[in-house]
């Protein structure tokens, strides 16, 4: 059984920062891709960044130069460094990781963290 545990959210004036964590246990050979998804309400569900298992990142353009994906292999977590954050950064946000365990491959998803961004 594997289950991605979430922390690091939390309620940060404009311009702050906080950090998220998303680590995957369980029954892991290795990881794929480390994915962050954010939903507001009544929006739908967004790719924010993502990490492949070579170290190659891709964001949103709505969050470049402010937000930084990584990884730590050993640990099987996945990181969300987010700086000079704004009121519209508030949102539930998720991580996704394409984990292979020893008899298959599967889309695992975290429960989710609140960021609440005030002005």
């Known amino acids: 059984q594997v289950q991605l545990v979430e922390s690091g959210g939390g309620l940060v004036q404009a311009g702050g920062s906080l950090r998220l964590s998303c680590a995957a246990s369980?029954?892991?050979?290795?990881?794929?891709?480390m994915n962050w998804y954010r939903q507001a309400p009544g929006n739908q569900r967004e790719l924010v960044a993502a990490?492949?298992?070579?170290?190659?990142?891709n964001y949103a353009d709505s969050v470049k130069g402010r937000f930084t994906i990584s990884r730590d292999n050993a640990k099987n977590t996945a990181y969300l460094q987010m700086n000079s954050l704004k009121p519209e950064d508030t949102a539930v946000y998720y991580c996704?990781?394409?984990?292979?365990?020893?008899?298959?491959?599967?889309?695992?998803w975290g429960q989710g963290t609140q960021v609440t961004v005030s002005s």
């Open positions: 996704k990781m394409n984990i292979r365990t020893l008899l298959t491959s599967y889309v695992y």
């Open positions: 990490v492949t298992s070579g170290g190659i990142t």
């Open positions: 369980g029954s892991i050979r290795s990881i794929d891709a």
